[in-house]
């Protein structure tokens, strides 16, 4: 395996890996609350490049078309609210998979509007 090939992480790895690095370099978690409005900021500036990028908005002068970085920025954020309050992501998502698979099993197959 080449040592350039990005690493890949599970969900357990990456709280773990934020959950280091906010130890280690972050002196501690910003309070929940704190977090929740950084996660609607980083949403936000996700929703901004993705209005420019797709929709009818065009890049200001010096802004940036960087969808991946808002996009881990929004991750980081969300890792961040799950390790301070307890939430394993990976079940979480896995329960959420379950939950839309028995809900939605027909429904998008039977809809009009997406054929």
């Not at 990005?6 to 790895?13: F, R």
């Not at 370099?25 to 929740?36: A, I, K």
């Not at 950084?38 to 929709?55: F, K, P, Q, S, W």
């Amino acid at each position: 395996m080449s040592d350039d090939k990005p690493k890949i992480l599970s969900l357990p790895e990456l709280q773990e890996a934020v959950d280091c690095w906010i130890q280690q370099y972050g002196v501690r978690y910003f309070s929940e609350l704190t977090n929740m409005a950084c996660l609607t900021e980083e949403v936000g500036e996700l929703a901004r490049v993705m209005a420019r990028r797709y929709g009818d908005q065009s890049f200001k002068a010096g802004e940036t078309d960087s969808l991946a970085d808002e996009m881990a920025d929004v991750l980081w954020v969300l890792a961040c609210l799950a390790n301070q309050t307890g939430v394993d992501l990976n079940t979480a998502f896995l329960h959420n998979l379950q939950k839309k698979t028995q809900r939605d099993a027909t429904r998008h197959l039977n809809n009009e509007k997406l054929k």
